[in-house]
């Protein structure tokens, strides 16, 4: 099969490492399914992880696969499988210590994937998992929020036209939550079209506690002075959501978390029912094919809006 590999780490800045070459067919484990990749995204910090580099015990894996969010459909079914038939559409998360979608088949965890709905294509199927997942824990499992139970709580969401962090406004905004956002002034009509009541620039230094009152839930995808400064805009018992880093401050008898997201079937599955329903819309910023993938990790690097995705 065809696969983007890269034998080398050269950061995630550098991705000419990666080189679309004739690979082995996936080997599937049990409970594993084959897919056959129809489109693959991505993080484009992937390229520092060391699940890219080495396996769950420590050992060398390359030259290893990209891309950890597939959408296609299931070609091979392994004896003591179940839950999927040969030919489901399907989407959700690969292991992060195993070989990514850059590929035209990839063998990912049966319980990791959830049936694409008919009214959603392969590329929004693709930019949906990590940043669905991350938008949907962030929000509900440590932010303290009730989906369609938020009336009358107000959520501040950092980079709220970015991949993730639109996903998080249209989540908020859904579970009945006043939400503002805050990032650069392009993204501003990004982000009320996605269900921002307001929307905060940030390069104007708007990040003024003054600007938003205490609120319930900050929810951070940008890092950095924004993180550090966010936990004064937390009401007391409040929380600081972030993504990026754990947060430096705390909120005032509040909670900081941060937190790495976790696969989820159950998840993946509310996640597919609201986007059928119109609710969650994935942010698709470019579509590259995969002999572009260096092309593509560069552009998601250099700050295209959105998720980019490889058709495969």
Avoid: C
Avoid at 173 to 180: D, E, L, P, Q
């Amino acid at each position: 099969m065809r696969a983007v590999r890269i034998q080398e780490n050269r950061g995630a800045d550098n991705p000419d490492a990666l080189v679309l070459e004739e690979a082995p067919y996936p080997q599937a484990a049990t409970g594993d399914v084959i897919v056959r990749v129809r489109a693959a995204s991505f993080v484009p910090d992937e390229l520092d992880w060391p699940g890219t580099w080495t396996d769950r015990a420590g050992r060398d894996r390359t030259p290893s696969i990209p891309a950890h969010e597939v959408a296609g459909i299931v070609s091979e079914i392994p004896y003591g499988t179940t839950g999927f038939e040969v030919g489901d559409r399907v989407f959700g998360l690969t292991d992060w210590h195993r070989d990514g979608a850059a590929a035209e088949f990839v063998a990912v965890e049966a319980r990791n994937l959830a049936p694409i709905p008919e009214a959603i294509g392969f590329r929004e199927a693709a930019a949906l998992p990590l940043a669905g997942l991350t938008a949907w824990q962030g929000l509900f499992r440590h932010g303290g929020l009730t989906y369609g139970e938020a009336s009358g709580r107000t959520v501040v969401v950092h980079g709220g036209a970015g991949g993730t962090g639109s996903l998080v406004v249209q989540l908020a905004h859904a579970a009945g939550a006043r939400v503002i956002a805050t990032g650069r002034t392009a993204g501003e009509e990004t982000a009320r079209g996605h269900g921002a009541d307001d929307y905060v620039t940030l390069e104007s230094g708007g990040l003024d506690e003054t600007r938003f009152g205490p609120v319930d839930l900050v929810f951070d995808t940008v890092g950095g002075e924004v993180l550090a400064r966010s936990a004064a805009l937390v009401r007391p018992g409040g929380t600081l959501v972030s993504i990026t880093a754990p947060p430096p401050v705390t909120p005032v008898d509040g909670r900081a978390v941060f937190f790495i997201v976790e696969p989820d079937r159950h998840e993946l599955l509310e996640l597919a029912r609201l986007a059928e329903q119109g609710v969650l819309r994935p942010h698709v910023g470019a579509a590259y094919p995969l002999a572009e993938a260096r092309t593509a990790f560069l552009a998601k690097r250099r700050g295209i809006p959105g998720k980019v995705v490889l058709d495969v």
